[in-house]
């Protein structure tokens, strides 16, 4: 049985206590830096400061500055996350930046007694929402400090609720310890103590965290996605390295190689998850449906769909049930002038049938999009229309906002494709043409999906946040395996070698 961990009188006076005691120590700490590194290969650093005013607040600030090849091309992710307690442990305040375009994107969060105030913004534009609470949330110190008040013994379980930036949402992370070990860090040997973490929002995923007996975090890997950080010094975090080529890391070898991938319309693959059940997170829908099971997965059959004439409803669609499908936020600003505009202009002569205006819209956008480079890690519809340039998230964020603009539900979606012998993350769109969902690729511009793209997650980005296509990939990422069995293409089937 987990001993949730309350705010009750003794719980909050037991933190208190333990902040207290380790106030003059944390503060001595200086600035604590990390090295970050994705498949073994250093990212960047995680720089984090902890301040204590003059009135017990404690702030802890954290910079986080990663660099990583896509190919050829750099991609740069820059953030600020900063956290306000009390002087006994409670939440007062959340503030964060992320800059992975040109635009930086903010968040903050005031703790009220029973919910949370957030206001997101662009820069340009806010948007402002609720999260309610019991009160019982943990911010770092608090979190550091429930730590040492438990013991750290071996075997013991117990859990804490807070704030996740990502999804927005209050969260609730389990905590198991494992038990001491010994790690070399910083050229010493350092008795520490391994935890298992697991998240009531990321299903399916472990952190495992390295703490000394005051709480401190030395090391944390995350397996699934094959990240780790740990200890350093600033000069080690901020000297020059050579960037992680994620697309590498990334890739998912498989048995074959297709030619024109464009034409295949109809393919049967052997899908698998390393030391996991891929059917409990495959997406099944109109292309792609299981068809059996192998002893390492299942057989998934997918198949290019468009609707039949006649099928397709008039836009604009209102809808209470597709609302979120149909709503702008900062990252689809389907409020912007030009935006709407420019959605107005591209469906012309569209008759208003959906699925005929979405595919004008899918067009337009593949060949308005002229600097088609891998270095922007996720820019929004505004700043994709300014700059004319992206990969296939700006492609796949502007045809959905378009859409949405001109009142066409849409979703966005993230999975794999197969390009050059292997299958590689990817992103594209749906939209609901009355019937059903049906999916277009703003990067080809053809009218329609081949059935090399497997789909893995999808999300109306409610709010703007990602999360959800991230973590439908971080349940894949690096444990992922596809053999195609066979594919048709121009009505010719082609079955591939028994494995």
């Known amino acids: 049985m987990l001993n949730t961990w309350t705010r009750s009188a003794p719980a909050a006076l037991a933190v208190a206590v333990v902040l207290v005691a380790s106030a003059a120590a944390a503060e001595d700490l200086g600035d604590i830096w990390f090295e970050a590194s994705l498949a073994g290969a250093a990212m960047g650093y995680i720089h984090e400061t902890v301040v204590r005013d003059a009135d017990g607040r404690t702030t802890t600030t954290v910079e986080s500055d990663f660099t990583m090849r896509r190919g050829e091309d750099l991609v740069s992710i820059k953030g600020v996350d900063e956290w306000i307690e009390s002087p006994d442990g409670q939440a007062l305040s959340y503030r964060q930046t992320r800059k992975m375009a040109v635009e930086t994107l903010e968040l903050e969060v005031t703790v009220g007694p029973d919910r949370l105030r957030l206001r997101k913004s662009d820069g340009r534009d806010a948007v402002f929402s609720t999260v309610p609470h019991d009160g019982d949330l943990l911010f770092p110190r608090a979190i550091e400090a429930l730590h040492v008040s438990q013991g750290l013994a071996p075997g013991s379980e117990y859990s804490f609720r807070t704030f996740d930036p990502d999804f927005e949402e209050i969260t609730t992370y389990a905590v198991r310890v494992v038990g001491p070990e010994k790690l070399d860090i910083l050229g010493e040997i350092r008795d520490v103590t391994k935890l298992v973490l697991t998240s009531d929002l990321y299903e399916g995923m472990e952190f495992i965290e ?290």
Not at 222 to 231: H, L
Not at 295 to 324: A, Y
Not at 395 to 400: E, F, G, M, N, Y
Not at 447 to 453: F, L, M, R
């Open 210 to 499: 390295w703490r000394s007996d005051d709480g401190r975090l030395w090391r944390e890997e995350v397996p699934e996605i094959a990240t780790t950080r740990e200890r350093t010094t600033s000069d080690i975090a901020l000297r020059e390295r050579d960037a992680a080529d994620i697309l590498a890391v990334s890739t998912i070898a498989t048995n074959v190689a297709i030619r024109s991938t464009h034409d295949v319309d109809d393919a049967l693959y052997e899908v698998w998850i390393e030391g996991g059940d891929i059917s409990e997170f495959l997406i099944e829908d109109v292309r792609q449906r299981i068809e059996g099971t192998t002893d390492r997965g299942v057989l998934l059959r997918v198949s290019r769909v468009v609707p039949e004439p006649g099928t397709t409803i008039k836009f604009p669609v209102r809808s209470t049930p597709l609302k979120d499908y149909l709503d702008g936020n900062p990252l689809m600003q389907t409020w912007h002038p030009r935006i709407l505009g420019t959605a107005a202009k591209s469906v012309w002569g569209s008759e208003q049938d959906s699925w005929k205006g979405a595919t004008q819209i899918e067009r337009w956008v593949f060949d308005f999009i002229e600097d088609k480079g891998l270095g922007v890690a996720f820019a929004s519809a505004r700043e994709v229309l300014e700059r004319m340039s992206g990969d296939c998230s700006e492609h796949a964020v502007l045809l959905a906002t378009m859409t949405r603009c001109v009142s066409i539900p849409s979703k966005v979606v993230s999975g794999v494709v197969h390009t050059n012998g292997a299958f590689a993350y990817h992103m594209w769109v749906e939209v609901w043409t009355g019937e059903t969902w049906y999916p277009l690729d703003a990067t080809i511009g053809d009218g329609s999906v081949d059935a090399t793209h497997i789909k893995l997650a999808e999300s109306a980005i409610p709010g703007g946040r990602v999360a959800e296509l991230s973590l439908g990939i971080m349940r894949f990422f690096n444990r992922l395996g596809i053999r195609v069995i066979e594919y048709t293409a121009d009505g010719e089937t082609v079955r591939t070698p028994a494995r």
